[in-house]
């Protein structure tokens, strides 16, 4: 049986069996990571996403980020592996009907950027759902979380956390009163004001 895969697998075009590998490969990262997230141990990526996009706030929760700020952070591990899987499976499914390979990239590429946004407009409706739930922010005091979105220093401005109540995970907009927090910092919570915005600080 895997001798037949092969010998399929070797009669391909070389550009398709790209497409066919970065499908497999990439479809077991995300079972991986779908599972692990479902079991509670898929918030551990370094940073988020966050765009804000006529009013409409869109972010996914994890990843290694480039921090720019908390303005746009788009580039995490969780919107890479999305990204590719649409790509993959993009160039599978439509490589029977586009020929050229220019015009196949390109559609393959829109297929990854579809599956991104599709995947943090679902991402954006659990998270919504999630914080339904009923909660007292006065119970973060003491806890530790972790930055989402980058929190400036000196109480200039908010960033965000993500910090867990009775097993449900919130985004609460987090201030410091020390230096800037970067993205994906480890913070312990000291208090809340307004009864809405943490204050929080790195841990040692």
């Keep these: 049986m895997m001798t037949s895969?092969?010998?399929w697998y070797q009669a391909l075009p070389p550009y398709m069996?790209?497409?066919w590998l970065i499908a497999i490969v990439v479809s077991i990262i995300f079972a991986v990571q779908m599972t692990l997230t479902l079991i509670g141990l898929?918030?551990?990526d370094a940073g988020g996403m966050d765009m804000d996009a006529g009013g409409m706030d869109l972010g996914d929760g994890n990843g290694d980020t480039m921090d720019t700020g908390g303005a746009i952070q788009l580039f995490t591990i969780r919107n890479t592996v999305n990204f590719l899987l649409g790509v993959g499976w993009g160039g599978v499914c439509l490589g029977g009907v586009i020929q050229n390979r220019f015009l196949l990239a390109l559609a393959a590429i829109a297929c990854g950027c579809v599956m991104?946004?599709?995947f943090i407009i679902m991402y954006k409706q659990l998270m919504k759902l999630e914080g339904n739930g009923s909660y007292r922010i006065e119970e973060s005091v003491g806890q530790v979380c972790e930055t989402y979105l980058r929190i400036p220093g000196r109480r200039s401005g908010s960033g965000k956390v993500?910090?867990?109540f009775q097993g449900s995970v919130q985004e609460l907009p987090a201030q410091t009163e020390g230096?800037?927090?970067p993205s994906g910092t480890k913070v312990k919570v000291t208090k809340v004001i307004d009864r809405s915005v943490l204050?929080?600080?790195k841990l040692a």
């Design 5 to 7: 895969f092969f010998d």
């Design 199 to 201: 204050i929080v600080e």
């Design 179 to 181: 230096e800037a927090i």
């Design 17 to 19: 069996r790209a497409y």
């Design 162 to 164: 993500q910090i867990s």
């Design 42 to 44: 898929g918030d551990t």
């Design 116 to 118: 991104v946004c599709a």
